[in-house]
C-alpha cells in the first residue's frame, strides 16, 4: 500500500472540517475549495491550502466539476474526497477523476451510477430477494404521469431520482395534488442535485427508517458496522440518528445486515456505504429496501462511536489500496450513541430557514461536536442549513439520550434561530425514550409549527442586556449616561421589544443592570440585575429568582436585535423603533400584504397584478436553502401589485404582493 499523501475535499462546512481533521492526523495534505461567500469559513481556515472556485452567489460553485478536477491538477494532490451531499454519488465526477489520473475516494463511477439509478437499483435489489417498496419511474411527460401514479395507489411518496437528504420529495394523498407536488419536487431536485427526474413510490404512513453501514475493499471483501435508527425526521430530513437501532426483531436486524452486505458485494463495493430500509412501524419484522448511498452518511458518527473505527480514515485506507484492515469478526457495537443535527431554521416557526450573523457561540464539552461555524461567521440561505452535529455516546440507551439532552442544553448559538429546542423536546418525549419511533413523529407532535413567546424573565434579560450596553459605551460620562438619571427623581428608560410573532412589549428599567427595577407593560415594578460571567453567559436575578441565561445584542443588521437563551433553545427580540418594525414570520398576513418569511430567491409568480385569488391559493413561491414555500392568498380577493420577479432575491418580511378582498366576499 502507498498512502495518499495529498487530498482535495470538494465539500463545505462541518463534512469538509471533519475530513480534513482525519487526513491532518493521517500527515495527509488537505486542500480545500471554496466558493465566494465561504471565503472566511471554518473549512478555508483548517485545511492546509484553498482554493477559490466560484462567485459568492452561486450554489453551483462546488457542483463545478471542471473547475474542482482543475485545481485538483494545479496543486497535485492525489485524490479528491466527495464527503456528502453536491458531487458525492455523480458518476460523472467519478469518472471524470478518473480520467484525470486523480483517485476518487469512493466507490467506481459504475456503482455510483447504477445505485444513483433508483429505478435500476431497485431492480438490481429485487433480483437478489430484498423485498423492495413497490413503485415506479416518474414519465418526463406530463400526459403520463396521472396514471402512473394512480397506478401506485394513494398515498405515494415523490421523491428525486438523483439525490436524497429529503430534498424534493413530496407525499401525495389524492390524485388531484399529483402534477403540482410532481412540478414542486423537479424544480427543487434539479436545484438540489441537477437532476430533475423523479420516482413515484408507495408512501407507508407508520414507518421507520434504519439503515446499515457497510464497507467493501472493491476486492470482493464486504462487512457491515451495524446499523441505525433514522425515523426521526422532518420534511424527510433527518434530525437526530442513533446506533444501533433500538428495540429492533433481532431476525430483522440480522436480515436486514445480511442483505445490505449481499447488496454491496453484488456491486463489488469500494469504500463505505450505506443501505436503507423502510420498516413497517407496526410489524417491524416487515422491511423493505429504500436505497444505496454510495457515501459517507450526515449520521455516520454515531457508528463511530459504537464501533471506534474511523470511517474517513477507512475510506482514505481503502482509497489507498491497502484494504479494509479488518474483518467482521472485529467489528464489535459497545454502548448506544445518538446524534442530534443543528440546523439554521426557525424551530418556533415551522422549521423556515434562518440566516444572519453567529454573535455567541458555544460548544457542549465532553461529547463529540462536528461543526463548520464558529463566531462571527455569516450563515446565508445558499447551502444546507445544518451548523454542526452533537454526538453523545455512553454505555446505554438511557443514558446516551440523558448526556445528549445536557449537552444540548449547553449549546450557545445566538444570532440565528435554530431547532436546539426542537431537539431537546425530542430526546426527552416519552414515544422517543420508549423506542416508539416513527418519521411521522415529529409532525404528529406539531413540533416546529407553533411560535414559543419569550417568558417574561428574558425580557427582563434583554432590557437589561441593552442597559448594560449603554452603560459600557457611556461609562465615565454624567452627560452622556443614559440610566435615567434626572434631578428630582430617577427617570426609567424605556424599550419596546417584539418577538418573533410581532408582539411587542414595553420594558422599563430605572437604575443600572446591576441594581434595577424593572416594569413590563402595566405590570408591577420588581427587582432585577445581571452580573455578566463570561461573553454571553449571564445571570439573571428577577423577583428573587435566580437564572442562568446567554445573551448577546447584534447590531449588525438595519435593526438592532437582542438574543437571549436558556437551555440551549433562543429567542430574538427587535428592538423597535418608529415606523421600523416589519410584520413577518407568517405567511400570509390577514391585512393582504404577503411576506416573505425568510431570506431568499423568488422560484415562481404565479398570479399577476389584477388577477382574482381564492383562500389558500397559492401566488408565489421563495426558495431557501433548497426548499420550497409558498406564499398563498389569505382570504378572497384580487391581487392588486407583486412587488418581485422570479430569480430576485428577498430579506426576511419583504412584500411579496399585495392582496386585497373582493367587495361582499367573507
Not at 630 to 645: C, D, H, M, R, Y
Request: a negative charge; charged letters at 20%; one cysteine or more.
Amino acid at each position: 500500500m502507498t498512502m495518499l499523501t495529498s487530498v482535495l475535499v470538494a465539500n463545505r462546512g462541518e463534512i469538509a472540517v471533519r475530513i480534513i481533521r482525519t487526513l491532518q492526523s493521517m500527515g495527509i495534505r488537505s486542500l480545500a475549495v471554496y466558493s465566494e461567500a465561504d471565503r472566511n469559513a471554518l473549512h478555508v481556515q483548517v485545511a492546509d491550502e484553498a482554493v477559490l472556485v466560484g462567485p459568492a452567489d452561486a450554489r453551483s460553485s462546488y457542483l463545478r466539476i471542471d473547475r474542482i478536477i482543475e485545481a485538483a491538477l494545479e496543486r497535485g494532490v492525489d485524490a479528491i474526497h466527495p464527503g456528502y451531499g453536491f458531487l458525492s454519488e455523480n458518476a460523472e465526477f467519478a469518472a471524470a477523476c478518473e480520467a484525470a489520473g486523480l483517485i476518487f475516494i469512493g466507490p467506481t463511477s459504475e456503482c455510483i451510477a447504477l445505485m444513483g439509478d433508483k429505478r435500476a437499483a431497485k431492480d438490481a435489489v429485487g433480483a437478489l430477494g430484498v423485498p423492495i417498496v413497490p413503485g415506479v419511474h416518474c414519465s418526463a411527460d406530463d400526459n403520463d404521469v396521472l396514471a402512473q401514479a394512480e397506478s401506485v395507489g394513494f398515498p405515494l411518496i415523490v421523491k428525486p431520482a438523483a439525490g436524497g437528504g429529503g430534498k424534493g420529495m413530496r407525499v401525495v394523498r389524492e390524485p388531484g395534488d399529483v402534477m403540482s407536488s410532481v412540478a414542486s419536487a423537479r424544480r427543487e431536485s434539479l436545484s438540489a442535485f441537477g437532476d430533475d427526474s423523479l420516482l413515484f413510490e408507495r408512501y407507508i404512513p407508520v414507518s421507520r427508517h434504519v439503515e446499515v453501514q457497510v464497507a467493501g475493499d472493491g476486492h470482493g471483501a464486504v462487512i457491515h458496522l451495524g446499523d441505525r435508527d433514522c425515523s426521526l425526521q422532518r420534511r424527510h430530513q433527518k434530525v437526530i440518528e442513533e446506533a444501533p437501532a433500538p428495540y429492533l426483531p433481532d431476525d430483522a436486524r440480522a436480515g436486514m445486515r445480511a442483505h445490505a452486505v449481499a447488496i454491496a458485494e453484488s456491486v463489488n463495493y469500494r469504500g463505505v456505504g450505506t443501505v436503507e430500509f423502510i420498516v413497517d412501524a407496526t410489524d417491524p419484522s416487515t422491511y423493505f429496501f429504500l436505497e444505496m448511498n454510495t457515501r459517507l452518511q450526515v449520521e455516520h458518527p454515531v457508528t463511530e462511536a459504537v464501533t471506534g473505527v474511523d470511517l474517513v480514515e477507512l475510506q482514505v485506507r481503502v482509497a489507498s489500496g491497502g484494504g479494509l484492515g479488518l474483518t467482521q469478526d472485529d467489528v464489535h457495537i459497545t454502548g448506544h450513541a445518538v446524534e442530534a443535527r443543528v440546523y439554521a431554521e426557525d424551530g418556533h416557526h415551522e422549521f423556515l430557514p434562518s440566516s444572519g450573523t453567529i454573535v455567541g457561540y458555544r460548544e457542549p464539552v465532553g461529547v463529540r461536536v462536528d461543526s463548520g461555524v464558529r463566531e462571527g461567521d455569516v450563515v446565508g440561505t445558499n447551502y444546507d442549513p445544518l451548523l454542526l452535529k452533537v454526538i453523545a455516546h455512553a454505555p446505554d440507551r438511557t443514558a446516551a439520550l440523558a448526556e445528549l439532552d445536557h449537552a444540548l442544553a449547553t449549546t450557545t448559538v445566538l444570532g440565528l434561530a435554530h431547532n436546539i429546542g426542537v431537539l431537546r423536546a425530542l430526546v426527552r418525549d416519552d414515544d422517543v425514550r420508549s423506542g416508539n419511533l416513527t418519521t411521522a413523529l415529529i409532525g404528529e407532535r406539531s413540533l416546529g409549527t407553533d411560535a414559543a413567546p419569550p417568558a417574561e424573565h428574558l425580557l427582563v434579560a434583554a432590557a437589561l442586556l441593552l442597559a448594560n450596553d449603554r452603560e459600557v459605551r457611556t461609562a465615565g460620562s454624567p452627560f452622556t449616561d443614559q440610566v435615567g438619571w434626572r434631578v428630582g427623581e430617577p427617570a426609567a428608560v424605556v424599550t419596546k421589544l417584539a418577538d418573533s410573532s410581532s408582539e411587542v412589549t414595553t420594558v422599563s428599567v430605572t437604575g443600572r443592570s446591576t441594581d434595577a427595577t424593572v416594569t413590563i407593560n402595566d405590570g408591577e415594578p420588581r427587582p432585577a440585575s445581571i452580573a455578566t460571567r463570561a461573553a454571553n453567559d449571564i445571570t439573571l436575578r428577577d423577583a428573587g429568582i435566580s437564572h442562568r441565561l446567554t445573551g448577546a445584542i447584534d447590531a449588525t443588521g438595519p435593526d438592532v436585535v437582542v438574543w437571549v437563551g436558556e437551555g440551549g433553545d433562543t429567542w430574538p427580540l427587535h428592538v423597535q423603533r418608529p415606523k421600523m418594525l416589519a410584520r413577518d414570520g407568517a405567511l400570509a398576513d390577514t391585512d393582504g400584504e404577503l411576506r416573505s418569511p425568510m431570506p431568499g430567491s423568488v422560484v415562481m409568480v404565479k398570479k399577476n397584478a389584477g388577477e382574482a385569488v381564492s383562500e389558500g391559493e397559492v401566488i408565489a413561491v421563495i426558495e431557501a436553502m433548497k426548499m420550497e414555500y409558498p406564499l398563498v392568498a389569505p382570504f378572497v380577493g384580487q391581487v392588486e401589485s407583486i412587488a418581485v420577479s422570479v430569480g430576485a432575491q428577498v430579506t426576511r418580511g419583504q412584500i411579496v404582493a399585495i392582496v386585497v378582498p373582493v367587495e361582499g366576499a367573507s
